[in-house]
Each structure stands twice: as structure tokens, then as C-alpha cells.
């Protein structure tokens, strides 16, 4: 959206240090900028914030800047009232605090057993267009996809891995310095969030538990059987996977992996 001459002035003119209310209730700053991230802080409604910088990020009812507030974190700028829905102050450098571990080998064959390969696009069990190794589409016609269709397994592994940084991108920013993986606990996190979405990891209870420090193989072990469902039912593929899952997390002798310094 573009500023208004009275909105360029009032942020030019603004001080260094000022301090924008929280408009909603319980308004939760991130890691990073977008609703995957881990939630660092909780701010009450009029709760005074001083931004560092601003950058863009997941959209909260169309309005994609994230505000990096002195705590260090980011809260959705739609929850902070600034005067107007543009920039107030400097962008931030980069947009992402933390380099994600890349899976293990283990891991990559795991996804890719499970997902199998279908060089076109079809109808997965929970109704999504999808192609390849389980690459989800963003429309009927799989347009998004940059490979030739149908794909090539050549190219299907190229899919693969770009959509595997996404997840473990995802998987990252969400746990804190208390969740201590290793590489096949990471990787068959993985797993889970590449078959059941960020978002919903986010919002689980498995991280939750982790982020308070429980033991990593006891909370899959007991969280990673519940998700087995698609549309109501139990699906026997997926029950196959949480325990593909957890026999690789299980498996000792991989690198730490998380946390990693940011």
C-alpha cells in the first residue's frame, strides 16, 4: 500500500525510539517474521513496542510487514498501531535469524519411500493436487512448478529438495535453544511437517513439549502416533510413517543438529 505525503512526513519526523501500542490481545512476537516461527514473547493489549527495523513476511489480513521490536523478536505489524500500513522505519538486513541444518540422507530416503513418485499430477488422500515426491500444488495444474511436466525423476528430486528446505526452514525457527536434536531426531521431524504442513506443527502440542525441554524420543514417541488421520479416518500409509519416523529418530549415532547459533 502506498504512504500518503502526511504519513511519509510523520515517519520521517518520528524519534528513533518510538513507541507504537499492541492493538489486539495476546499478540504473540516471533523469531522471525511469520506465524511459523517460534513465539519468543507475549505482548498485552497497549503494550508499548520500539521498533529496530521492518520487513515483509506472512500476511495477517493483508498486511505482510513484521516489525522487530527491541525484544529481538517480530510481531505482525497488523497488530501494532503505527499510523499507517507502510514502513516507519528502516528495512531489517535479512529476513531470517537462523541457518537451517540440511537432512540427512536417511531422512531424504525416508520422505521420498513414503511420498513415493508420480511423474504427474494427481489427488493425494487428503484431496490436494500433487506431483512428484509428494510436492503439494498450489492449483489443479501444479502452474507453480518450475519442471517440465510430467517430470523426470531427475527433476523430481530437484523438487524434492527445494521443498525440503521450506520444512526444515520451518522446523528450526519453531523449537528453541531447550529442544536438542539430533540429525535423525531433526530428520524425522522433519518428515512430519513435510506430510502434515508448518502451520500445523507450529500449533502442536509436540512442539510445545519440546520447546519446554522434554525428552525428544519420549515426545514422539507419544505425539507423533496421533497424526495419522486424513479427512476423519485413520490412514494405514500414515500410521506406516509415524513409525518409519520414530524407528529413525530412535537410530543413535547421527550429528547434532538443533540448536543451531543464530
Not at 529476513?95 to 537451517?100: E, F, K
Request: proline content about 3%.
Amino acid at each position: 500500500m502506498k504512504l500518503t505525503v502526511l504519513a511519509v512526513l510523520a515517519s520521517s519526523l518520528a524519534p528513533a525510539l518510538a513507541s507504537y501500542p499492541i492493538t489486539g490481545d495476546n499478540v504473540n512476537c516471533r523469531s522471525g517474521p511469520g506465524t511459523s516461527y517460534a513465539v519468543k514473547k507475549v505482548y498485552a493489549k497497549g503494550h508499548g513496542v520500539t521498533l529496530s527495523c521492518q520487513t515483509t513476511g506472512t500476511s495477517v489480513n493483508g498486511n505482510s510487514i513484521w516489525d522487530k521490536t527491541s525484544d529481538g523478536c517480530y510481531v505482525a505489524d497488523y497488530y501494532v498501531k503505527t499510523g499507517t500500513n507502510g514502513y516507519v522505519t528502516k528495512k531489517c538486513g535479512s529476513t531470517s535469524t537462523c541457518v537451517a541444518p540440511k537432512s540427512n540422507q536417511a531422512t531424504v530416503d525416508l520422505i521420498a519411500e513414503f511420498e513415493g513418485f508420480v511423474n504427474h499430477v494427481y489427488t493425494d488422500a487428503t484431496g490436494h493436487p500433487t506431483v512428484g515426491y509428494g510436492h503439494l500444488c498450489s492449483n489443479s495444474k501444479c502452474s507453480d512448478v518450475k519442471y517440465k511436466i510430467p517430470l523426470t525423476k531427475t527433476d523430481g528430486k530437484k523438487l524434492l529438495a527445494d521443498d525440503m528446505k521450506r520444512f526444515e526452514k520451518c522446523i528450526t525457527a519453531m523449537l528453541t535453544s531447550k529442544a536438542v536434536l539430533n540429525l535423525n531426531q531433526y530428520g524425522a521431524l522433519v518428515s512430519w511437517s513435510f506430510n502434515m504442513g508448518c502451520g500445523a506443527a507450529q500449533t502442536s502440542t509436540l512442539v510445545k513439549r519440546l520447546n519446554k525441554g522434554e525428552n525428544v524420543n519420549t515426545v514422539l514417541s507419544q505425539e507423533l502416533p496421533k497424526w495419522v488421520h486424513g479427512n476423519g479416518k485413520v490412514l494405514p500409509g500414515l500410521v506406516r510413517r509415524r513409525n518409519a519416523e520414530i524407528a529413525l529418530a530412535k537410530k543413535s549415532g547421527s550429528a547434532k543438529a538443533l540448536p543451531v547459533k543464530c
